[in-house]
């Protein structure tokens, strides 16, 4: 008896030591984790909801891609928002459910672009959805960053939508004849498009449009080019709310809201794209409506006011529906 009452008291003993270990343990401080949340977020709009989905980000050496501009007003403006080149930049795309179709505005990256970016699907399904429920794919354009989710492999990702886009867009990119005629350093991108785009096509789920068209109740597709051809961007409405996907009117937000002139290197038509961009943040500024685009830091959603003769981005105020 007095044995084993010896043996507790020393259990006791070793246990309380081991817990002072543990004590210690967690002052030596707890494994980082080093994840981020799921990339998404809601807004109700009237009766619909909107769900941006993170594609992920993207490293833009932003000082040496805008046009239009010099290297040192870039840096300037960038060190104003405390960034520096490059610039991690966020890869958006949108969800809208209208209640009767599931529609969704641009697909991200893919594998097209590497492992940073191509989780939208994941953060979709995260979001309650899965890829199959959705209806209608609309592509503000046709660059990597907004359609190489359509494919995973030779797999369609959206096996039951249509996907929709301007015909401009898809005359341009899905030529071989352009393609041959292109630099060596832009055959990827269309390579990227057919690769992306030409399976839809051949399971009959392509339909293109030709500018300003209404798409399904409450969603219409207004021609906005320049960044390519056939940029569109997309008007949700619903109960006297609007949203406006802007996808690539603009990309630097740190130097375009102040200085919608600076143009960048992936435009097709720099001149024509800072017009429309020009226009975009007017209307927004005078009509209040949301506007959302593919590469203001997620999840990309806010108003637009006016800052002297420039514009100023107001990001949402962080909401939770109920
Ligand atoms: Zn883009």
New binding site residues.
Partial sequence: MSMSLTHWVRSGIAAAAGSLLLIAGADAGAPMVKSAAPGFYRLLLGDFEVTALSDGTIELPVDKLLTHTTPAKVDKALARSYLKGPVETS?NGYLVNTGAKLVLVDAGAGKLLGPTVGKLVDNLKAAGYQPEQVDEIYITHM?P??IGGLMDGDKLVFPNAVVRADRRDADYWLSPANMDKAPADMKDLFKGAMASLNPYIAAGKFKPFDGDTALVPGVSAKAARGHTAGHSVFVVESKGQKLVLWG?LMHVAAVQFAEPSVTIQFDTDPKAAAVQRKKAFADAARQGHWVAA??LSFPGLGHIRTDGKAYAFVPANYSVPH
């Fill in positions: 890869v660059h960053d907004h690539d593919a590469h």
